[in-house]
């Protein structure tokens, strides 16, 4: 389950690795507060998969051509920040697919 479930390969897994380790530290200084500071009890990990649901939202986030110009050669800024800076291009079908998870 999660980033070990084998659906994310190459280097979206590695941006995946990347925010999944973020995420974690998030939850250990947070699982500090709450009981060293705050004098409290965390809640537990909830229990859900939303890996196979969720896939079509994230495919192409690694996107960093804009206007048909590949914006890490012309800026020098790495590629995870310029893929942060404007949503991939999606066709109909992926945009009701995407769609189709909030829809009853």
């Known amino acids: 389950m999660g980033i070990d479930a084998g659906v994310i390969e ?8 990347n925010t999944s380790d973020h995420e974690l530290a998030s939850i250990i200084i947070l699982t500090e507060v709450v009981g060293n500071v705050l004098g409290a009890n965390p809640v537990m990990e909830p229990a859900f998969d939303f890996t196979a649901a969720t896939q079509a939202i994230y495919a192409g986030e690694e996107n960093v051509m804009h206007g048909g ?7 020098g800024i790495d590629s995870a920040a310029v893929s942060e800076g404007w949503d991939e291009p999606l066709n109909k079908d992926q945009v009701l697919g995407i769609a189709s ?4």
Do not use: R
Request: without cysteine; hydrophobic residues 60%; charged residues 15%.
């Open 10 to 17: 190459g280097a979206d897994m590695a941006s995946l690795k």
């Open 69 to 75: 110009v590949d914006v890490t050669q012309l800026t």
């Open 101 to 104: 998870l909030f829809l009853a």
